[in-house]
C-alpha cells in the first residue's frame, strides 16, 4: 500500500472520484500543509492557516500506479487554474500533489506527469509538486461528503468524468481538443 495527497479544488469532488478507480484501497480529507496545527475549516478558509484541501489516497501500486493517478488528477481539474476550481476560490482550493518524503522517487513521477500535460495541452500548469509537511483529518462530516449527499456541490462531474477517462487513451485525453472537451464535459456548473 503506497500513499498520495492529492489537491484539486474542494475534496468533496476528489474523494468522491478516486473512490471508483479501482486500485484505491481508501482515502480521507483533511489540510494539507498547513503552517497551524490541526486548523478547523473556517481557519482554512480564512486563508490564515495556508493549508489545502487535500486527498489522502491509499492504493494498490500493484493494481494503480502513481503516473495513472497523477493524470486522472489533471483530467478532472484545470491544472493552470491558481487558487481556483470551479466555483471555488482561494488559496485552499490550489491544486496539487503531495508525496512522503520515504517515497522521494515519486516527485520525478509527479513532475513528469505535470510537464506532459503541459506539452500536450501547450498551457503552464500551476499544480505544486512537493513533499507533504503535515497533514490534518477535516472533521468528520467533510469525510465521504458526497457519498452521504449526493445532492451536494461538486466541481468535477464524476460520472462523465469516469466515462471519459474509459473511453480515452491516456494520449487521447490529453490533447488540447480533448483537454477542452474534457474540461466542457466535467464542469457541473459554470462559473
Known amino acids: ?45 480564512s486563508g490564515i492557516s495556508g493549508a489545502v484541501e487535500a486527498l489522502e ?17 489533471l483530467a478532472i481539474i484545470d491544472p493552470s487554474a491558481l487558487n481556483y476550481q470551479g466555483n471555488d476560490i482561494g488559496t485552499q482550493y490550489r491544486n496539487g ?11 520525478d513521477i509527479i513532475i513528469e506527469r505535470i510537464r506532459l500535460w503541459e506539452q500536450r495541452n501547450a498551457r503552464k500548469a500551476a499544480t505544486e509538486a512537493m513533499s507533504l509537511q503535515n497533514f490534518y483529518l477535516a472533521e468528520p462530516y467533510h469525510q465521504n461528503y458526497l457519498q452521504a449527499n449526493p445532492q451536494g ?19 487521447d485525453c ?7 472537451l474534457n474540461l466542457a464535459k466535467i464542469r457541473s456548473k459554470e462559473r
Request: aromatic content about 14%.
Open 97 to 107: 500533489v503531495y508525496y512522503l518524503q520515504e517515497c522521494g522517487g515519486d516527485l
Open 1 to 45: 500500500m503506497r500513499k498520495i495527497y492529492l489537491a484539486g479544488g474542494c475534496f468533496w469532488g476528489i474523494q468522491a472520484y478516486f473512490a471508483r478507480v479501482s486500485g484505491v484501497l481508501e482515502s480521507s480529507v483533511g489540510y494539507a500543509n498547513s503552517h497551524i496545527a490541526n486548523p478547523s475549516y473556517e481557519l482554512v478558509c
Open 174 to 180: 490529453y490533447s488540447a481538443d480533448m483537454q477542452n
Open 153 to 171: 456541490y461538486c466541481h468535477i462531474n464524476i460520472d462523465s468524468a469516469l466515462k471519459l477517462w474509459d473511453t480515452s487513451s491516456r494520449d
Open 57 to 73: 489516497l491509499c492504493y494498490d501500486e500493484k493494481r494503480l500506479g502513481l503516473g495513472e493517478i497523477v493524470d486522472r488528477l
